[in-house]
């Protein structure tokens, strides 16, 4: 720069204009870009564009001034010898001029270049000299630069100037400003001059700013935000192309304030101009929202905001941005009414909800809905312990656990159940759903949710569970009972196939999944045994009737046969429709047998009890003898009298007469005293059937076996197996080995030096006779007594009469048999029963 | 014949108690019946007694209590025992301790008188000699 002032002294004033400009650039550009978007930065701008347009005239001027040289230069060179110095000195100049310059011939050739030139291209000075002038420009601008050649030379001596783009030898692009012009050369050939300036910082500032512009307008049109500004004193009104299309005027129309006033919706006139006016007595900047009323009836809404500036000049000016916010407004609107149908829907469903801010631990947002579940103020904020002290403190623990877990978790929905404690001591059951909300940096800064009272679902839940477990244990109960009642229980269907049959039937052994879908009619074993009984059980059933123990036989598992009693009773659906049957059974086979064993027991009972009545005949027979002596011998007595009274000298026939009605009486004493006797010992009618006597013999053992102890008897059996069948009444043949056996008991009583042994032998003869023997080892039986221990009224017993022996020989007799003493032992006594067989009798 | 002889018959069979007492009459004696020896034993006619006639088997005093006891009291009246119950055992106790006769019943009139005619003859004589 020191060089340039020294070698061009009078472009000192003219270089020092040019560089001020570029220096006061520098200095309110840098380092900071000016921001467009800034009201602030537009004197820049507007500083900027005039030190530009300035630095261009002035530009322009030095170029005259340099042509102005050229052809002085032009001259010189004509003088050779004088001006070669000169020359040299311009060379210099060209040289290292700071502006490109170039020569080319009329076809574009490039002659000459200064080196300042060819190096801000990236070549060298001879790399240029000799081609073609196009090859430093960009393939499409070539024709241009063609046609602007041409120009020069068709225009002699004219400058012209135009903008382009060339290439460096990089491929790099850079804007220069051309200023060109056709001269005469040696040879009176014609040359163009061309000085480029690099303008490509300008370009690039131009293109910011274009793209600036239309980014703001672009904004302006997006954000339906128009700017104007407004001076007081003038009157005069900038809009941009926003803010007419926001109040719908054509842009070209002519601006002032009563434009917006027209469009103003009437109701908001007053507000409008108030608030202007108010700005304009202040001098300060104003926001307000007021409508406006379109031409086609609509209405806008629109926000004002302006602020007051002064100019340069002095004077107030309103630079400010209105913003058409009619769609938010209407957002507004429909928000409000979303809210209100979500309140109301929230207070319908009692569904609260709420935004919760995990790291200030306060209520974000919560509906009208959950502060009136947590009976919170809608109007005051509630602090963390507000909150804590609502919730059930059991329930506390658990809740503080849910944000923890779920900003661990970070995200997705979560659900929990807790109670509200109300002040007034209520409690609400809440339950709540929520999810987390991830923040930028992947925290978790909030949880949304809702919270749902449940108090009522949950004490109807309750209700219904408590039901359910009464009816569950009522089932159970009754279940209980069944099962406590019977073996299983059972249900079949309307076609009476079982359908259910209860698990436990193990103890009687029948497997539930063999019967289902079989009928009771299929089970059972004694259907062909029994027809009456099943034919009437099915009528039942086909009568729908209830029915209570009926019994069958059925066989289990393991084939043993069992018997079951069964009670059942129809179900019918809500219509009536019948159903089939529910029921129990139980297997009764214990209480058939039992019942069984004790009706055997109940008539050897009854036997023993005949039986002991007749061995007892012997102490009977005393008082019998006595009861029928006394009417006889009144009777005896009476008749005797009687012969008396007649075979007096006069015979008193009154008193014999009397006697002998009293011999009729007792007479007829007498009879009466030997019916009563016959009516004690006897026992319905006797029955002759085939009869083993081996079983009256074990009859006869479990009857006496309580004998057999008290007397310190044993007993031996030698009974031979399969012995023929013989006839006769059981009851008779038991009494008469019983009264053997007794008998034998009895002579063994006195006997205290040997074992007391009674043995009872079963066998038969060639004659196919049944002998059965009693064997005793007691005292024995005379030789005398043995003739006579069969008679009637014999006895070797103080205190009987003698009448068993005689009685079993007659019953004995009876039956085609006898009864003897088969051998006279020392010690004891066998008796021998001999009976014939059962088709010998019949023969 | 001064005072015909006084006959005691003691039986719980009231039957056979009126039949004995009907058959002695018949023949001409006096006869007083009683329904058992404790009620004898109370009479006024137990001294003038001439003869006992009486059951054996009794509900509180048997016969032979009867007769044990009028012995020990020094009463020497015959006895003649009846009974519906014979038993060898009480006949040989009831003769050892001097009844006149046992008798079964029912048993023969003319049996009966005959004990009775040995009783009073043995009676009378006894008391004559």
């Given at each position: 720069m020191i060089l340039v002032f020294s070698l061009m002294g009078s472009l000192i004033p003219s270089a020092m204009l040019f560089i001020l400009p570029f220096a006061a650039l520098a200095y309110f550009f840098a380092p900071p870009t000016f921001n467009l978007n800034d009201p602030r930065d537009l004197p820049v701008v507007v500083a900027f564009l005039v030190a530009s347009?300035?630095?261009?005239?002035?530009?322009?001027?030095?170029?005259?001034?340099?042509?102005?040289?050229?052809?002085?230069?032009?001259?010189?060179?004509?003088?050779?010898?004088?001006?070669?110095?000169?020359?040299?000195?311009?060379?210099?100049?060209?040289?290292?001029?700071?502006?490109?310059?170039?020569?080319?011939?009329?076809?574009?050739?490039?002659?000459?270049?200064?080196?300042?030139?060819?190096?801000?291209?990236?070549?060298?000075?001879?790399?240029?000299?000799?081609?073609?002038?196009?090859?430093?420009?960009?393939?499409?601008?070539?024709?241009?630069?063609?046609?602007?050649?041409?120009l020069c030379i068709e225009t002699v001596g004219q400058s012209h100037t135009w903008e382009i783009q060339k290439i460096r030898k990089d491929g790099s692009v850079l804007w220069v400003r051309e200023n060109a012009k056709a001269m005469q050369w040696a040879e009176d050939k014609l040359v163009v001059l061309i000085a480029c300036e690099d303008i490509t910082e300008r370009k690039r500032t131009e293109t910011a700013l274009r793209r600036s512009e239309a980014h703001l307008a672009q904004a302006q049109e997006l954000s339906r935000t128009g700017s104007f500004g407004w001076n007081v004193a003038t009157g005069e009104v900038h809009w941009s192309k926003e803010t007419f299309r926001i109040f719908q005027y054509d842009p070209s129309t002519k601006l002032n304030p009563q434009l917006v006033v027209d469009r103003t919706h009437p109701e908001d006139r007053a507000a409008v101009r108030e608030t202007i006016d108010r700005a304009f007595q202040n001098e300060e900047g104003f926001e307000h929202e007021y409508r406006l009323l379109m031409p086609d009836g609509s209405v806008k809404h629109l926000h004002a905001l302006a602020r007051a500036i002064r100019t340069a000049s002095g004077d107030i000016e309103f630079v400010g941005a209105v913003t058409d916010i009619t769609a938010a407004k209407q957002a507004e609107q429909q928000l409000r009414r979303s809210e209100a149908y979500l309140a109301e829907a929230q207070h319908l469903s009692h569904t609260g909800s709420w935004s919760w801010d995990v790291h200030r631990l306060e209520f974000v947002y919560r509906s009208a809905e959950t502060d009136r579940l947590f009976g919170f103020d809608p109007e005051q904020a509630v602090s963390i312990e507000t909150i804590r002290s609502r919730i059930h403190p059991d329930d506390l623990p658990r809740l503080q656990e849910v944000p923890r877990q779920a900003i661990e978790d970070k995200g997705g929905h979560f659900e929990y159940d807790f109670r509200i404690l109300l002040p007034d001591g209520a409690i609400r059951r809440i339950h709540s759903v929520a999810h987390a909300v991830v923040g930028s940096d992947g925290s978790v800064s909030e949880l949304i949710g809702t919270h749902m009272d449940v108090t009522e679902q949950h004490a109807a839940r309750e209700r219904l569970e408590r039901a359910l477990a009464a009816l569950r244990e009522s089932e159970q109960r009754f279940r209980d009972y069944a099962e406590t009642a019977s073996d299983w229980l059972w249900e079949t269907g309307p076609d009476h196939r079982i359908t259910r049959f209860s698990e436990h039937t193990s103890a009687a052994g029948i497997l539930a999944t063999r019967v289902v879908g079989l009928l009771r009619w299929e089970i059972a074993g004694d259907v062909e045994a029994e027809p009456e009984k099943w034919r009437q059980h099915r009528a039942t059933l086909d009568a729908r009737l209830p029915f209570r123990d009926f019994i069958y036989r059925t066989v289990t598992q393991m084939g043993s046969p069992i018997y079951v009693r069964t009670s059942g009773k129809p179900f019918f659906d809500a219509d009536g429709n019948f159903l089939g049957y529910r029921g129990v059974s139980t297997d009764i086979t214990a209480t058939i047998r039992a019942d069984q064993a004790e009706r055997e027991l109940r008539k050897a009972q009854a036997e023993l009890a005949h039986v002991t009545r007749v061995t007892t005949l012997g102490e009977l027979t005393t008082s019998i003898a006595h009861e029928i002596n006394q009417p006889l011998a009144a009777i005896v007595t009476n008749g005797e009298a009687c012969l008396g009274w007649?075979?007096?000298?006069?015979?008193?026939?009154?008193?014999?007469?009397?006697?002998?009605?009293?011999?009729?009486?007792?007479?007829?004493?007498?009879?009466?005293?030997?019916?009563?006797?016959?009516?004690?010992?006897?026992?319905?009618?006797?029955?002759?059937?085939?009869?083993?006597?081996?079983?009256?013999?074990?009859?006869?053992?479990?009857?006496?076996?309580?004998?057999?102890?008290?007397?310190?008897?044993?007993?031996?059996?030698?009974?031979?197996?399969?012995?023929?069948?013989?006839?006769?009444?059981?009851?008779?043949?038991?009494?008469?080995?019983?009264?053997?056996?007794?008998?034998?008991?009895?002579?063994?009583?006195?006997?205290?030096?040997?074992?007391?042994?009674?043995?009872?032998?079963?066998?038969?003869?060639?004659?196919?006779?049944?002998?059965?023997?009693?064997?005793?080892?007691?005292?024995?039986?005379?030789?005398?007594?043995?003739?006579?221990?069969?008679?009637?009224?014999?006895?070797?017993?103080s205190s009987g009469l003698g009448m068993g022996l005689s009685i079993c020989r007659s019953i004995v007799e009876a039956h085609g048999g006898s009864l003897s003493i088969a051998r006279k032992q020392e010690p004891g006594a066998t008796f021998q029963l001999v009976l014939p067989l059962h088709k010998e009798v019949v023969s | 014949m001064s005072t015909p002889p006084l006959i005691s018959i003691v039986d719980d069979d009231g039957s056979v108690r009126a039949a004995i007492n009907n058959l002695l009459k018949s023949r001409g004696y006096i006869v007083h019946t009683f329904v058992s020896a404790e009620e004898f034993l109370r009479s006024p006619h137990l001294n003038g007694t001439s003869c006992v006639i009486t059951d054996v088997q009794m509900s509180t005093m048997s016969g032979l209590d009867l007769l044990t006891h009028m012995r020990a009291q020094g009463y020497s009246a015959p006895f003649i025992f009846i009974t519906a119950f014979p038993d060898d055992r009480v006949r040989a106790r009831a003769l050892s301790a001097g009844a006149i006769c046992f008798l079964a019943k029912p048993f023969a009139g003319q049996h009966l008188i005959r004990c009775l005619d040995t009783a009073l003859d043995k009676h009378r004589g006894g008391a004559s000699a």
């Open positions: 347009i300035i630095g261009t005239h002035l530009i322009g001027k030095v170029r005259r001034e340099r042509e102005v040289a050229l052809e002085a230069a032009a001259r010189l060179r004509r003088s050779e010898a004088e001006l070669r110095d000169r020359e040299k000195q311009w060379r210099e100049i060209f040289e290292h001029n700071p502006v490109m310059h170039f020569m080319v011939n009329a076809t574009g050739m490039v002659l000459n270049v200064n080196t300042f030139g060819a190096t801000q291209l990236g070549y060298a000075p001879s790399e240029l000299v000799g081609h073609s002038v196009l090859k430093v420009f960009l393939e499409e601008d070539r024709p241009f630069v063609r046609e602007r050649v041409g007649l075979g007096r000298e006069t015979p008193d026939l009154s008193a014999a007469r009397c006697s002998v009605e009293w011999i009729i009486e007792d007479g007829i004493r007498a009879s009466e005293v030997i019916r009563r006797i016959r009516a004690l010992a006897k026992k319905g009618e006797i029955e002759m059937v085939p009869l083993d006597i081996n079983d009256i013999v074990k009859d006869v053992i479990a009857l006496v076996t309580r004998e057999l102890v008290s007397h310190q008897v044993s007993l031996r059996t030698e009974l031979t197996p399969a012995l023929p069948l013989i006839l006769g009444d059981r009851v008779q043949l038991q009494q008469v080995i019983t009264n053997l056996v007794m008998n034998g008991i009895e002579a063994m009583q006195t006997v205290s030096d040997r074992p007391r042994e009674l043995v009872i032998r079963s066998s038969h003869d060639d004659m196919g006779r049944v002998h059965l023997a009693v064997a005793d080892c007691g005292v024995g039986i005379t030789e005398e007594d043995a003739d006579r221990v069969f008679n009637p009224f014999f006895t070797t017993k | -």
